[in-house]
T-cell receptor, first 117, second 114 residues
């Protein structure tokens, strides 16, 4: 078990460019989450997948953001036409769905740190 | 007002001290309470998980939840320099719903001095 991995770990881009991040969850985990963390703040929920279905999106996820999880395995998060306000750490977490009424444990990856110049 | 409030610190203590970290929240639907530790430039790692009210102990760490006051705490006994990190409280309602999304506090930065 290698844990949750994310690629790249760091990304510097110019305003207006598109960027794509990848997350590989723990292999048997069917739930995958994306969070965004800005400096000095806690992570904020962006979106959530159960298997390949995207079941919830935060209002933080503007039209410039899109996420996919083809075949219910790895996930990608794409930001189009990046803005300086997109600079943040993008965290991916995965979990194994628990019984209804229970909270599963989310395991976080190391994050992708994005800087938009 | 944020759903979860946490004093960002920084909190500086000498080695061996007892550390108390706290969060308050406003959403009475929260049922699951977690503490994550995050080292600089790393992802958060789960320390403690508590369901509903009560106490939970794991080694030097004790988590307390008081739902009547909407207040949770994490105590660290015999603190070590390796405990220096940012501590994030996180909560979830996930009761009969299909998502386990977490709502995080701002995080408290702790420094334990040798």
């Amino acid at each position: 078990d290698t844990g949750v991995s994310q690629d790249p770990r760091h990304k510097i881009t110019k305003r207006g460019q598109n960027v794509t991040f990848r997350c590989d969850p723990i292999s048997e985990h069917n739930r995958l989450y994306w969070y965004r963390q800005t400096l000095g703040q806690g992570p904020e929920f962006l979106t959530y997948f159960q298997n390949e279905a995207q079941l919830e999106k935060s209002r933080l996820l503007s039209d410039r953001f899109s996420a996919e999880r083809p075949k219910g395995s790895f996930s990608t998060l794409e930001i189009q036409r990046t803005e300086q306000g997109d600079s943040a750490m993008y965290l991916c977490a995965s979990s194994l769905e628990g019984r209804v009424g229970t909270q599963e444990t989310q395991y976080f990856g190391p994050g992708t740190r994005l800087l938009v110049l | 007002q944020k759903e979860v409030e946490q004093d960002p610190g920084p909190l500086s203590v000498p080695e061996g001290a007892i550390v108390s970290l706290n969060c308050t929240y406003s959403n009475s639907a929260f049922q699951y309470f977690m503490w994550y530790r995050q080292y600089s430039r790393k992802g958060p790692e789960l320390l403690m998980y508590t369901y509903s009210s009560g106490n939970k102990e794991d080694g030097r760490f004790t988590a307390q939840v008081d739902k009547s006051s909407k207040y949770i705490s994490l105590f660290i006994r015999d603190s070590q320099p390796s405990d220096s990190a940012t501590y994030l409280c996180a909560m979830s309602a996930d009761w009969g719903s299909n998502t386990g999304k977490l709502i995080f506090g701002q995080g408290t930065t702790l420094q334990v001095k040798p």
